[in-house]
């Protein structure tokens, strides 16, 4: 075991010491290792750990460098002079070079790349490479989110330039600069890296990262009893009731932190049931969301009003949660046309029943228990309501990228910026991009391009509790709740310090010590 620093405290002295397992269990595998294609969860933790961009977030959400060292901001915003890191290389041992950002941009600008991140980016103006650790990226008018959006993971031009992304070996073979190395991956069980001893922060204590695929929430909780993952996410029942044993006290810490995104039920707007905004809205009032977080959260949580959470400085308070009103939800249902004909209970217009499926993911009991509530409070307005479960790889690959789906139940985590550009605005509804349910607002559009171009943090809050409002009178989804995120972690892991950001920012220097190290090399 090798020993690389010795710390003092309480007038003792303990080594903090390489090695071990940390075995993460996940209900969903990844789909690509590409990161600027990664739009999932699965792919974009595994993304994180293997690839840097050129700024990242510390753990009080403030920006610092990552593969840029330092940065000049000049001509009142319009100008970002990136000064790289000179000692990184790629995990093959390649030199990064200011080549590989200038590579990376043009693949995110690429229209034959599928990559749902190019709206940030169609904004530079030029980027030039003024040498080999320094890069200009010029934007043609005052984009805010600028230099968050530098946070994209840099990609490795000399293994990529020849390379069709969007078909490319690399998905499942990265190569980058991060803490971690790719080993292997075993489709729908679990993918392993290991510790990048050159890494240009410093080797991870954490030997090797474990990612096991375990589809079903309640074999992922057995797995959790014979420690045979170390950490994952609870759900609030697991959270609240089914951890709190002598067993799981004494081997695990539990984590509740403020979650910060969201979970809908997106609607297909291209499907002619829900082209009519009075049907969006009827279906907004026939669910109760107060219903869902008692019953499905255990209370932990909170209705949501639009695409921004409680915590974000553009959170709109004025914008509330539409009442549980399902007679208001009839009365608008028949404006729109929609009446039952037959006392069938069940809703017909032009001889079309009010019918449809809300599709959801495998291994997600909190989205299948509310697409049930959702189905019993709808079939008491006279609409009746199918419920699919898929694959996580088929659910996005098949169904979401192809637009095959009338609602689809899901969630959005959401980026530190409030810009959501890439969720809401028409232009980003191509096969790839985030806009899926083909939502069109020419208005938000006009306030989503005018909060890009606007730094004062007041003034763009303005202008995003305006979108909040619209696009929540929209209803391009039902806006069902804004969860907490709940998490265990096993006990033998040390140097977790808990933060606005969340737990993970520090991960290359948790450790174990050598006497509770349960995985050897």
Not at 268 to 278: A, G, P, V, Y
């Amino acid at each position: 075991m090798l020993v690389v620093f010795l710390f003092l405290a309480a007038g003792r002295v303990f080594a903090q010491d390489h090695g071990d397992a940390i075995v993460t269990g996940s209900i969903g595998d990844a789909r690509t290792l590409v990161p600027i294609l990664a739009s999932d969860t699965s792919s974009s933790e595994i993304t994180g750990m293997i690839f840097n961009g050129l700024v990242k977030y510390d753990k009080n959400i403030n920006l610092v460098g990552d593969l840029a060292e330092r940065w000049d901001i000049e001509d009142g915003g319009l100008t970002i002079i990136f000064h790289l890191r000179k000692n990184v290389s790629w995990q093959d041992g390649h030199p990064f070079t200011a080549r590989d950002v200038e590579y990376t941009y043009y693949k995110l600008i690429d229209p034959a790349v599928r990559t749902p991140y190019s709206g940030d980016f169609e904004r530079v103006k030029s980027l030039q490479v003024l040498d080999d650790h320094t890069v200009k990226v010029t934007y043609g008018e005052p984009f805010s989110p600028g230099l968050s959006s530098w946070g994209m993971p840099i990609m490795p031009r000399h293994i990529l330039e020849k390379e069709d992304l969007n078909k490319t070996d690399f998905s499942r073979h990265p190569v980058g600069t991060g803490p971690y190395v790719f080993k292997s991956w075993k489709t729908q069980e679990k993918i392993e890296l290991v510790a990048n001893k050159n890494y240009f922060e410093g080797e991870p204590y954490i030997s090797r990262y474990i990612y096991r695929v375990i589809p079903d929430e309640s074999t992922l909780f057995l797995e959790l009893q014979t420690e045979g993952v170390d950490s994952t996410g609870l759900s609030p029942l697991q959270y609240l009731r089914q951890t709190d044993t002598p067993f799981l006290k004494e081997r695990y810490r539990k984590f509740r932190l403020p979650s910060f995104g969201f979970t809908y039920l997106g609607y297909n707007l291209n499907n002619e049931k829900f082209k009519d905004i009075r049907v969006r809205q009827a279906l907004n009032y026939a669910v109760d969301k107060g219903e869902i977080v008692r019953i499905v959260l255990l209370g932990l949580g909170r209705p949501s009003t639009g695409p921004f959470v409680p915590d974000s400085w553009a959170y709109n308070k004025d914008v509330e949660s539409s009442q549980y009103d399902p007679e208001k939800a009839k009365d608008l249902l028949k404006e729109a046309g929609w009446q039952d004909l037959d006392n069938d209970g069940i809703l017909e217009k032009g001889g079309a029943r009010f019918e449809f499926t809300i599709i959801t993911n495998q291994g997600n009991e909190e989205r299948l228990k509310s697409a049930q509530i959702i189905q019993r409070r709808l079939k008491e307005v006279g609409v009746n309501v199918k419920i699919k479960v898929l694959e996580w790889s088929v659910f996005l690959s098949e169904y979401i990228d192809k637009r095959k789906f009338d609602t689809v139940l899901l969630g959005w985590a959401l980026a530190r910026d409030p810009d959501c550009f890439d969720i809401f605005h028409s232009s980003k509804t191509k096969e790839g991009e985030f806009n899926f349910v083909g939502y069109s607002n020419a208005q938000v559009d006009k306030l989503l391009d005018e909060g890009r171009r606007t730094f004062d943090q007041q003034e763009r809050a303005g202008i995003y509790r305006k979108i909040h409002e619209l696009i929540y009178a929209d209803q391009p989804y039902m806006f069902l709740f804004v969860g907490e995120s709940l998490s265990i972690l096993h006990r033998r892991f040390q140097g977790v310090e808990p933060a606005p950001i969340g737990i993970g920012y520090n991960f290359i220097k948790w450790y174990v010590p050598s006497s509770k190290q349960k995985y050897k090399k």
